[in-house]
């Protein structure tokens, strides 16, 4: 079945080092977003791409970083320069014709500073 | 910009209660309208959606109708389950006249349910 793949489910990192999220699609779709979920505050979108070697900054870029060399592929980056890191990230991707509701979503990493 | 405010929550239910999350936004172009669903520790699930105004959405009970006078999106059920206990978010999609979809989703900040048996 098609579908969007985030791993790990859970991951740890001391603080000032620099850990990447994974994300992997199979669904042929051109666009790809990475949210941040915070308790209370539902979810912010901090990279986005609409094509391959193409993405653009979302509302809460900084202390991020985001590559997009595959369709398939949009690993995120969380850098030592982001200053509260711990949040749950969610991927998700959307066909380019989606019309704004073919939207997919991944089942998300836990991130936890320790 | 865009935005979307929910209610705040939590909401706690008897089970065969009836549902309603108030959801209103602000946005700029022709934006569709969402509700997602979050089990709990999984990712977020399509509930329904409204493309245009006065469409109603509808999805395993739950109905919310597109209404542009005042913008809302308000999320009811007739009458809930302990199975339907989660995070529900509204959301909205901007488009432009041609219903080119400018693909970011603007999201509200979450409604916990709870239902008791």
């Known amino acids: 079945d098609g579908g969007i793949t985030q791993s790990p489910k859970y991951l740890f990192r001391k603080e000032g080092q620099n850990v990447t999220l994974s994300c992997e699609q199979n669904l042929n779709h051109d666009a790809m977003y990475w949210y941040r979920q915070d308790p209370g505050q539902g979810l912010r979108l901090i990279y986005y791409?609409?094509?391959?070697?193409?993405?653009q900054k979302g509302d809460i870029a900084e202390g991020y970083s985001v590559s997009r060399e595959k369709k398939e592929s949009f690993p995120l980056t969380v850098t030592s320069a982001q200053k509260n890191p711990t949040a749950f990230y969610l991927c998700?991707?959307?066909?380019?014709?989606?019309?704004?509701?073919?939207?997919?979503f991944g089942s998300g990493t836990r991130l936890t500073v320790v | 910009g865009n935005s979307v405010t929910q209610m705040e929550g939590p909401v706690t239910l008897s089970e065969e209660a009836f549902l309603t999350i108030n959801c209103t936004y602000t946005?700029?172009?022709?934006?569709?309208l969402f509700w997602y669903v979050q089990y709990p520790g999984e990712g977020l699930q399509l509930l329904l959606k409204?493309?245009?105004?006065?469409d109603k959405g509808s999805n395993k009970g739950f109905e919310a109708t597109y209404r542009k006078e005042t913008t809302s999106f308000h999320l009811e059920k007739g009458s809930v389950q302990v199975s339907d206990s989660a995070v529900y978010f509204c959301a909205l999609s901007s488009s432009n006249a041609g219903g080119t979809s400018y693909g970011k989703l603007t999201f509200g900040q979450g409604t916990i349910l709870t239902v008791h048996p």
């Open positions: 998700a991707s959307r066909t380019s014709t989606g019309g704004g509701y073919g939207y997919t």
């Open positions: 946005a700029t172009g022709y934006p569709s």
């Open positions: 791409s609409q094509i391959v070697n193409d993405f």
């Open positions: 409204a493309t245009k105004a006065d």
